[in-house]
């Protein structure tokens, strides 16, 4: 299972670290990620790292704010210079066959955990 952590408020051109921790299997191989999805818009790819951590991947609108890692069974986001725009519920998720990046099809999701960036 994939839990996921460290969301909440914060002001813009803060910084905030999510926390996704996999347990129960092997997530070897895996593509791990994290997803968003703001109100009345549809969820969106946002990062992605493959567990070796040879390959990731960001979504243009996060790319040089955003980085995603891996340490241990933990896979985090961390977030710098917040925008409102970035308000969302984060997801995270495991895909567990590799077909390229960004992926689009997961396996396993965590909890949506809620960031609020105020202007």
């Known amino acids: 299972q994939l839990q996921a952590s460290g969301g909440g408020p914060v002001q813009a051109g803060g910084s905030l670290r999510l926390s996704c921790t996999a347990s129960g299997r092997s997530f070897s191989g895996y593509t791990m990620a994290w997803l968003r999805q703001a109100p009345g818009k549809e969820r969106e790819f946002v990062a992605g790292?493959?567990?070796?951590?040879?390959r990731k991947d960001y979504a243009e609108s996060v790319k040089g704010r955003f980085t995603i890692s891996r340490a241990s069974n933990t896979v985090y986001l961390q977030m710098n210079s917040l925008k409102p725009e970035d308000t969302a519920v984060y997801y995270c998720?495991?895909?567990?066959?590799?077909?390229?990046?960004?992926?689009?099809?997961?396996?396993?999701w965590g909890r949506g955990t809620q960031v609020t960036v105020s202007s």
């Open positions: 790292v493959l567990w070796s951590g040879v």
């Open positions: 998720a495991a895909s567990r066959v590799f077909r390229g990046m960004p992926p689009v099809n997961f396996d396993l």
